[in-house]
């Protein structure tokens, strides 16, 4: 664990936003392997794509799909033959809780903070994912673009959100914001969190998380527990 700032008073934290694929759940490479049938679907060539979505993991990706077909009616084409093939994807059984992250999620709560899961994906296919798990009643609050007015990350409206919806904290530094991707940081720093923490278990390495503005760099979510005692 690399802790970059020395005056940031964790134990203040009340309301610990965190992100799912990469950071709780592993999918085991699934987003790329559902953009790539998106794009057969469109008869476009993935390969010529697939750079700028590794490099916008964590954004939602209605958004990626606006940048990479330019019209909104293809791009929400896009978007919706990417959830149904990550649903489908799902449903095999392929995604699973990256390790120790129930125990940090049920950790934080028997301590009094509020856990709330975010996405960039579409409702459905979060639904989808926490059905798979079994962590329909794990936290008090979901959270995807569609519930924040549509504004997925780099934008903070999740994080805000959050913040407005639960009433856990007073404070926007009392929030803990925890993603794998250089946009959950940004969406963490623009929300003003006390503590934005990178994990090293998805899509970005440490540089890029601390480039965005990350406070904190943990190899897991189960170092989690540690940072906020």
Not at 26 to 45: P, Y
């Amino acid at each position: 664990m690399t802790d970059i700032t020395d005056d940031i008073r964790t134990h203040d934290i009340r309301l610990v936003v965190l992100d799912m694929a990469g950071t709780t759940v592993a999918d085991g490479g699934l987003v790329e392997q559902a953009f790539t049938a998106a794009a057969h679907h469109l008869d476009a060539d993935p390969d010529q794509m697939i750079d700028y979505v590794r490099a916008t993991m964590g954004e939602s990706k209605i958004s990626v799909f606006r940048h990479l077909f330019g019209e909104e009616a293809k791009a929400r084409e896009a978007n919706k033959a990417f959830e149904a093939a990550y649903a489908q994807l799902v449903d095999g059984g392929r995604v699973a809780a990256l390790p120790g992250a129930r125990e940090t999620i049920e950790t934080l709560k028997s301590r009094g903070l509020t856990v709330v899961l975010t996405t960039g994906f579409a409702r459905t296919t979060q639904d989808a994912i926490l059905a798979a798990l079994g962590w329909q009643d794990l936290v008090p609050l979901t959270l995807c673009p569609a519930d924040a007015g549509g504004r997925g990350r780099p934008y903070p409206d999740m994080v805000l959100g959050a913040f407005l919806r639960t009433g856990a904290a007073d404070d926007v530094r009392q929030i803990a914001v925890v993603g794998d991707t250089s946009y959950d940081m940004l969406s963490g720093v623009r929300a003003g969190a006390g503590v934005v923490a990178g994990v090293l278990t998805g899509a970005h390495d440490a540089d890029a998380l601390r480039a965005a503005g990350a406070t904190q760099v943990l190899d897991g979510v189960a170092q989690l527990p540690g940072l906020l005692a």
